[in-house]
């Protein structure tokens, strides 16, 4: 099975800081990897497929890059709304393991 | 409009059996997949298993293989899970999720079922 682990476990920064997150793979997922926001008590929403393809509507102020078993998610000027947690998923054609989310604040 | 729309919020027993549902509508159920994700209360998202809505095809995660089962009636665009013996340990929120063929993310998430197992 492949596993997934995200760093950091949460993050506070302040509005208009740039806010990475990592995720990395325990083996090669090529360039299968996603990320998701999720808002307290909100079902998820996909950010980001295929490692840096934002999803439709998704504003550009989220990025994200890598490949192989190291990834990366950016958010640049964070604001409030962006407070959530935030997942990363791999998937192939019989899997779709999620990391354990980075809960991102406002300092 | 686009959505999946899951049933609503159980509260059972252990060792009952128990059903949800998702339907689909505004797009073409058979040719996308249908995921399944548990979220335990306070916890993260674990990927459960996916079927493929125009032949049924279906893969589990290793944890969840055995325990649940999932399944589609593409007549009225609408997948399942299924548990035959609850325990209290299934209790969480569970969402579907869709995936297409193109790409793996899930891009359109269900409201969410709560199940919740208590004696």
């Known amino acids: 099975d492949i596993q997934m682990t995200q760093s950091p476990s949460s993050v506070s920064a302040s509005v208009g800081d740039r806010v990475t997150i990592t995720c990395q793979a325990s083996q090669d997922i090529l360039n299968s990897l996603n990320w998701y926001q999720q808002k307290p008590g909100k079902a998820p929403k996909l950010l980001i497929y295929d490692t840096s393809n934002l999803d439709t509507g998704v504003p550009s102020k989220f990025s994200g890059s890598g490949s192989g078993t190291y990834f990366t998610f950016t958010i640049t000027g964070l604001q409030p709304e962006d407070v959530a947690t935030y997942y990363c998923q791999q998937y192939d054609s019989f899997s779709g393991t999620f990391g354990p989310g980075t809960k991102v604040d406002i300092k | ?119």
């Open chain 2, 1 to 119: 409009e686009v959505q999946l729309v899951q049933s609503g919020a159980e509260v059972k027993k252990p060792g009952e059996s128990l059903k949800i549902s998702c339907k689909g509508s505004g797009y073409s159920f058979t040719t996308y997949w249908i995921g399944w994700v548990r979220q335990k209360p306070g916890r993260g998202l674990e990927w459960m298993g996916i079927i493929y809505g125009g032949d049924s095809d279906t893969r589990y995660d290793p944890s969840f293989q055995g325990q649940v089962t999932i399944s589609a009636d593409k007549s009225i665009n609408t997948a399942y899970l299924h548990w035959s013996s609850l325990k209290a340990s299934d209790t969480a929120m569970y969402y579907c999720a869709r995936r297409s063929t193109m790409m793996g993310g899930f891009d359109l998430w269900g409201q969410g079922a709560m199940v919740i197992v208590s004696s």
